[in-house]
C-alpha cells in the first residue's frame, strides 16, 4: 500500500526538480535580492536590507511610464484579440470550403520571428525621406494628414504597438477556439433549430457557454502575455524604449541589468516581484470571476 503511494511521487519527481531548480527558486532569489539595498554583483556584497528598493523603482519616472504602457497595452489588446479570434474562429467553423487553408493562413502570423514581423510593421508605418508609408498612403487617399507613427506623437506609437500586439497573439487564439468550437456537441445545436431558435440566440446561450473555459484560457494567458511584452516594442521601436517612451515593465527590468542603465540587481530584482504581484492579482480576480461566469 505504501510502495503505491510512493510510485505517483516518483513520476512526478522529474517536474518537481526542475520547477523547484528553475522556477522557485529563482523567485525566492529574486525575492532577497529585492531587499538587499545596493547588493553589487561583482563582489557579491550590498551595505543594508529594507524597502529602498521598492520606493525607487515605484518613484522612478522610467518605471512608471514602463508601468502606464503595459497597462494600456493589456487593457486594449486581450479582449481586442480574443474578440477578434472568435468572431474569426465562429467565421471559419462555418465555412466548410478551403477551411483547412483559411486557417493556415491565419496561423502564419505566430510560426514567424516575431522581430522579422515587428520590422514589416515598421516599414508599413515608419516615415522616411523618400516615402511616408503604406499606411499613410491610405490615409491620405480617404484625405487625411501622414502620422509619424514610429517617431512621431505617444498615441500614435500606443496605436502601433497594440495593432502590432493583437496581430501576433491572435493566430494562436484563433487555432485554440477553431478547435473549441469543433468540439461542441452537435446535438445541443440540433435541438435548438428543431426549437426554431435564431443564430444569435445560439451562439450567446449554447456556443459561447460551452468553449468558456477556452475563453478563460485564453484571456489569462492573454493577461500574462502582455504584463510580459517586450520584444514587440524593440522589434518596432529600437533598443532604447525610454528615449521613446514605448518601454515596459520587462523592458525596464532588462534595462536595469544589462542596459545603458543597467548594473542594478536589486532594483530590478524589485521590479521584477511587483510585475509578479500584479499580475497574479489580476489571475487571481479572474479566477474568481470565472467561478460565475465559465461553464463547467
Known amino acids: 500500500m505504501e510502495k503505491n503511494k ?5 513520476y512526478l519527481l522529474p517536474a518537481i526538480v526542475f520547477l523547484g531548480a528553475f522556477m522557485v527558486y529563482p ?27 521598492y520606493s525607487y523603482v515605484l518613484h522612478d519616472p522610467y518605471f512608471l511610464q514602463a508601468l502606464k504602457n503595459t497597462f494600456i497595452l493589456v487593457i486594449i489588446t486581450v479582449p481586442v484579440s480574443t474578440a477578434l479570434a472568435l468572431v474569426i474562429s465562429a467565421g471559419l467553423a462555418s465555412v466548410k470550403p478551403l477551411r483547412d ?12 520571428n516575431t522581430l522579422a514581423v515587428g520590422l514589416v510593421f515598421m516599414i508599413l508605418f515608419k516615415k522616411t525621406p523618400y516615402s511616408d508609408g503604406l499606411i499613410n498612403l491610405l490615409i491620405n487617399m480617404f484625405g487625411g494628414q501622414s502620422v509619424d507613427f514610429i517617431d512621431g506623437p505617444y498615441w500614435a506609437k500606443m496605436f502601433v504597438l497594440c495593432f502590432y500586439t493583437v496581430w501576433v497573439v491572435m493566430p494562436f487564439k484563433i487555432l485554440i477556439l477553431t478547435s473549441a468550437l469543433a468540439s461542441v456537441d452537435r446535438n ?7 426549437d426554431g431558435t435564431s ?7 449554447i456556443t459561447l457557454p460551452m468553449i468558456s473555459p477556452m475563453i ?28 521613446a517612451q514605448m518601454n515596459t515593465i520587462v523592458g525596464y527590468i532588462y534595462d536595469m541589468l544589462y542596459g545603458d542603465s543597467g548594473g542594478y540587481p536589486s532594483y530590478a530584482s524589485a521590479a521584477a516581484i511587483i510585475l509578479f504581484a500584479v499580475v497574479l492579482t489580476i489571475t487571481c480576480i479572474n479566477l474568481i470571476i470565472s467561478k460565475n461566469k465559465v461553464h463547467h
Open 199 to 205: 443564430k444569435m440566440r445560439i451562439f450567446t446561450k
Open 101 to 112: 487553408l483559411y486557417q493556415t493562413v491565419y496561423f502564419l502570423p505566430y510560426v514567424t
Open 216 to 243: 478563460f484560457y485564453l484571456v489569462i494567458t492573454g493577461f500574462i502575455g502582455a504584463f510580459k511584452a517586450y520584444s514587440d516594442a524593440v522589434a518596432l521601436f529600437g533598443t532604447d524604449l525610454n528615449a
Open 6 to 10: 510512493l510510485t505517483p511521487w516518483l
Open 188 to 194: 445541443y445545436y440540433n435541438a435548438a433549430k428543431v
Open 27 to 53: 523567485l525566492i532569489d529574486v525575492f532577497i535580492y529585492s531587499f538587499e539595498e545596493g547588493y553589487n554583483s561583482a563582489s557579491q556584497t550590498y551595505f543594508g536590507v529594507g524597502g529602498y528598493n
